[in-house]
């Protein structure tokens, strides 16, 4: 296009003095990216992945970005964060070196390797969220490449809750009016992933406020755009999501990434469009270009021909930035040549800075560790030795914590046998080393604010004689309901949640009550189910959303696992997300409607509470305790529990069910069963039974999977009954060798044991359809009954016969 005179510039607010400000900053975020190249390379950091190439379009971006919207990004947007200030030069080289300290990288604490940014959105105390609207804000970014887009589509859906919901009014902290636009990013080739197809379709169902960039540099690291995208282009794939005058849909914009003036023409327009309008848009950001490749992994002239590597030099965003002012005359060459040279003294700065920061920090341990070894080899036959090791220290160009540990650990089995006032001050230094290490490398993974679920105070249902018994779904529709009148912030979305209250009728009627911005259906689309609450948690909403069976949880599974448990662990306190997620399962019929996948569940959703509640009544006090807590929840009812009939607790808002913290359904004096959910009912029938042969079981409700027994109740069932069967309907080394690693292992029952620990698991296979499917697929009460009873026989074979034999 043509250039544009220096008037137009004017009424564009783009005056001579920004536009060479602008350059500068693109100049010091490119330099930024060789320096932090050349830090891998030296040795001083383990790998680099950055934002060359895209530096022009960032900076337009930023421009349009205002305090209270929200980044969702994509890990080359560098400069977007220079230029919004949500990080430093300096704090990214800190991140570069893993700097595990949140002062000077403030994004995870040394967490997440460089160019995955977030900002600080709550006070590490109290769980309160900072307030939002007087910040720029970004959610913590994630590695996996379309990760971060289910969740923009929750921090938009915020916007326009807040618009729309005149009871959040007064909760500016979070947003004015709703006018914050969610600003996320991608690569043009993980644009082919599910999870950005199906966000880009719910966005232009619910019309929010989400501008979508698509950094297009032609490949996905060496595989170019003719294998991964229809027609070469997501913009043309995607023209019939085109909104029009009759139909609501998302605007697609396309933008070359080297042209400044249309980039920032673009971001202006499209952003007062999402931003007044709550439009969704679409911006593919063309003839990008990657000068380091895709990071310090490997080298981009092995997959790219001469060509295109020409074509990448010609057209480089900063060069074109450079060849345009001169041509319109804004400066000189001399003057462009000064800036350039400035942005890499300034990116220079920064680099030592930051390196002398972190290694200061770790020559400190260092220095004290050797000072330790060395008293020691001072009063030890082993002096030579120890000397010998701290050589090596010192011979190492980059000294790190792990260079401490092993030094003082070689130290201590050297002088193992010995016995002085060195050595017992070695000991107390790697007591206090390793807990300080314990926090920065493995603290937070749940909330330890005072918000904690932990920290809920326990209020017991209150029954009467006027209790009225009800169905089990009635229980949680009570429970809803009261939260939805008590708290504004709360809201419910799910498949068939809205107008008929879900599959089994927890919401029935809520919808009509409160508003279908309150209880809300949605697509068939789980992983962005997950991302919309997620990122409606992030903005201070406190949304349940839910998931129609516990057998679909593994469509969303990577959004669980890889976003919101991680979440609070991977910015060291610095985000949290409330999020509910209501589930059900265990018992019912079939392959894909009886799932109780707990293992697979346990092993990848650490940093999510487990809650397995045995009938609605504790459900509805999960509830009220999760609505309390600062953390995210999964809460599994029992399918087959919807019609069963309760008690209906006179304070069903109000009381809550502890975390952690088993139930004693039965005491016994011969075998202990350990069990959850609808397994309960099993096995209280199997326990009858056995007591009419002379069996005495003590049943015990576990409750909670996460957290797991946190008083260690169990073991004391174990050390009076001396055996133990962990049951439940995941298959076998499933959640039943979770718990039995937990109580024998954690709690050190094993011990107590007089017998050998059992197991009572589902099949192998998912469960057959039928009532003769569930039961030879399933534990049934037989089976506990014959597993309890074999130990009995193994233990007293002259009271209790064998049976089949």
Known sequence: MESKTTQDHIA???????????????????????????EVFMGKAKFGVFGDGKEVAQIAMAKAFRKGDFRSGYYRDQTFMFATGQITIQQ???????????????????????????????????????????????????SPTAGQIPRSLGLAYASKLY????????????????????????????????????????AGVLQVPLVISVWDDGYGISVPSEYHTTKESISEALEGFQRTQEKEGLEIITVKGWDYENLCEVYQAATRLARRKHVPILIHVEELTQPQGHSTSGSHERYKSEERLAWESEYDCNRKMREWIINNGFASEKHLDEIEETAKHTARQARDAAWKAYHSELNTEISRAKQLAATVAQVSPERANIQQLIKQVEKRPNVSRLDAMRLIKKTLRLVRNEQHEARDQLIQWLTSYREDNAERYSSHLYSQTKKSALNVPVVSPVFSKNSSTVDGHQVLNACFDKALAHDPRIFAIGEDVGKIGDVNQGFAGLQDKHGI?????????????????????????????????????????????????????RTMNGQG?????????????????????????????????????????????FYNTMLQSDDPALIVESLNGYRLKEKLPNNIGEFTVPLGQPEILREGNDVTIVTYGSMCRIIMKAADELAEVGISCEVIDVQTLLPFDVNHRIVKSIEKTN????????????????????????????????????????QAHRPAYGSDGDYFSKPNVETVFDTVYSLMVEFDPGRFKEMYQ
Request: negative net charge; charged residues 20%.
């Open 12 to 38: 564009l607010d783009l005056s001579i003095e920004e536009i060479l400000n602008d350059y500068r900053l693109a100049w010091e975020s490119r330099h930024t990216s060789l320096l932090g190249r050349k």
């Open 163 to 202: 618009r729309q919901n005149p009871d959040l009014r007064d909760m500016g902290r979070f947003s004015v009016n709703g006018s914050e636009v969610t600003f996320a990013t991608i690569g043009d080739a993980s644009t082919s992933e599910g999870m950005f197809l199906e966000t880009v379709n719910a």
């Open 723 to 762: 055996r133990v069967v962990f049951a439940d309907e995941d298959v076998p080394g499933g959640a039943s060798a979770y718990m039995m690693q937990q109580v024998l292992e954690g709690q050190q029952a094993y011990q107590f044991l007089d017998s050998q620990p059992r197991t009572i698991t589902s």
């Open 577 to 621: 997300a409330p999020l509910i997620i209501r589930t059900r399962g265990h018992r019912l019929e079939g392959i894909w409607h009886s799932g109780s996948p707990m293992g697979a569940i346990l092993n990848s959703l650490r940093g999510i509470y487990i809650l397995v509640p045995r009938n609605m009544v504790q459900a509805a006090g």
């Open 92 to 142: 990214f080289f800190a991140q570069i070196y893993a700097h595990a300290n949140i002062e000077h990288e403030p994004s995870s604490g040394g967490r997440s390797m460089n160019s995955h940014f977030g900002t600080r959105l709550i006070d590490p105390e109290t769980g309160q969220f900072h307030s939002q609207t007087d910040q720029y804000n970004t959610g913590s970014d994630l």
């Open 517 to 569: 911005l309150r209880v809300t259906d949605t697509g068939i689309r789980e992983p962005s189910i997950i991302g919309q609450g997620i990122g409606a948690a992030l903005r201070g909403l406190r949304p349940i959303v839910e998931i129609q069976y516990l057998d679909y949880i593994y469509y969303a599974l990577a959004t669980l696992t890889d976003d919101l448990a991680s979440l609070r662990y």
